[in-house]
């Protein structure tokens, strides 16, 4: 059935190193993959979003890549700070409105 | 003020109680939803809404009810709560970004404790 998932549930780097979370996926039907962010005590906040026929985007301090062949999905955050301590989540977006979400993983940066 | 408010933002109840979840949003959205979200398992989709004639169930929409009482506002009701219905819940809106996915806006999320 369809899945989002994680390889690791938990992520501790240093700061000013680089992050990556990776995700992989069940759909190769997905038309997006997105990622959010979720800080304690808040809801999901987006962060970016990458189209299925496209293998890289880049935002603020971000980029996302995309490996259709081998389903997987990673967030790559630059020179990593402590405000980027959350749980982070993939999701693919199927069908227009439906979104599945990956179990998230942790990414803890330390001082 | 928040784009999207829940209330209460924190709750606990005995089984057996109803409870209603508020969620109000400012975005000028059609589209709501309800999330629910365990640890370890992600957000999952209760229940979501187009407009305000229209109502969808989500993956586990079992237990649980909702209205839509305006484009602004979508409430989550239990009718007769139980524990496993202890967790997380959020309301969310959602509109395309320019290259077109469907992303979502959240409220700060209802803590809910059945007792």
């Known amino acids: 059935g369809e899945s989002v998932g994680l390889h690791l549930p938990t992520l501790s780097v240093q700061e000013g190193d680089n992050s990556i979370i990776n995700c992989a996926y069940s759909n190769s039907a997905s038309d997006y993959f997105i990622w959010y962010k979720q800080e304690s005590g808040k809801g999901p906040q987006f962060i970016i979003d990458?189209?299925?026929?496209?293998d890289k985007r880049q935002g603020q301090r971000v980029t996302v890549l995309l490996n259709k062949t081998v389903k997987h999905l990673s967030l790559q955050i630059a020179a990593t700070q402590p405000g980027d301590s959350a749980v982070y989540f993939c999701?693919?977006?199927?069908?227009?409105?439906?979104?599945?979400f990956g179990a998230g993983t942790r990414l803890f940066v330390k001082a | 003020d928040a784009d999207v408010t829940q209330t209460p933002r924190n709750r606990i109840t005995k089984t057996g109680k109803r409870i209603m979840l508020e969620c109000s949003q400012t975005?000028?959205?059609?589209?709501m939803y309800w999330y629910r979200q365990d640890p370890g398992l992600g957000l999952r989709l209760i229940y979501y809404s187009f407009d305000v004639k229209d109502i969808n169930k989500g993956e586990i929409s079992d237990g649980y009810s909702v209205s839509r009482q305006a484009q602004a506002k979508f409430s989550l009701s239990l009718e007769s709560a139980i524990p496993n219905q202890t967790a997380l819940y959020f309301c969310?809106?959602?509109?395309?970004?320019?290259?077109?996915?469907?992303?979502?806006?959240f409220g700060a999320g209802s803590r809910l404790t059945v007792l």
């Open positions: 990458i189209r299925s026929n496209m």
């Open positions: 969310a809106t959602s509109d395309r970004t320019g290259s077109g996915a469907n992303v979502l806006t």
């Open positions: 975005k000028g959205h059609d589209r």
């Open positions: 999701a693919e977006n199927t069908g227009g409105f439906k979104t599945i």
